[in-house]
């Protein structure tokens, strides 16, 4: 496993970089990803989107900076996701926040199909779901901890839903923006607080 962290690390970006990128891709037509559709391309544009209104909307609590200020070692947030994953464009801007409250949190970014070795660690259900954060300790190189894709909140909205209608269709992608537009990262952020909880103590 360290080998495998390593090996992504190596071609990580931060998260300015990851944006600058997207926006280049966008630039000549493209998402990230081996598969390119323009499906795929019209996703990585509402993420864009979605990216920079969250990034100037989204504000931690005073409890959670608080929080978040305590810890005292360092640490990678290391996230793998895709420019056209719309989970991915609704909590890359919270994860940041926290990597912005604390300069011991370094976040990375690496792209799913470029890191098939890493992704394969951290399956969800068997799937290769994104976003996912790992929590690397950087003094041993140990994972000491992981989230996503989703909140849980909203990972049972697509649990009901799937059990109802039998499979992920356009509706519940639009329920699903749509409740994380009400929600503002809330879920995301109490969270992420439970991942730092571990990390603290």
């Not at 929080?67 to 719309?86: A, R």
């Amino acid at each position: 496993m360290k080998y495998i962290i390593e090996k992504s690390l190596r071609t990580a970006q931060s998260y300015t970089e990851y944006k600058e990128m997207v926006l280049q891709l966008l630039k000549e037509g493209k998402s990230t990803g081996i598969i390119q559709t323009d499906d795929l391309v019209h996703f990585t544009k509402l993420n864009n989107q979605r990216m920079k209104r969250l990034d100037k909307q989204t504000k931690l609590n005073e409890e959670t900076l608080t929080k978040t200020q305590k810890i005292n070692k360092d640490f990678t947030w290391l996230v793998l996701t895709e420019s056209w994953c719309g989970d991915a464009a609704q909590t890359l801007p919270v994860i940041n926040k926290f990597a912005e409250a604390n300069e011991r949190i370094d976040l990375k970014v690496v792209l799913r199909d470029e890191n098939e070795e890493l992704m394969n660690q951290f399956l969800t259900n068997g799937n290769k779901s994104i976003p996912k954060l790992i929590v690397v300790d950087n003094d041993s190189n140990e994972v000491v901890g992981s989230w996503g894709p989703r909140s849980a909140k909203a990972s049972k909205m697509v649990v009901d839903y799937k059990e109802k209608y039998g499979k992920i269709d356009a509706k519940l992608k639009t329920d699903l923006q749509n409740w994380y537009n009400e929600d503002r990262g809330m879920h995301i952020e109490m969270e992420m607080v439970e991942l730092i909880d571990d990390m603290i103590f």
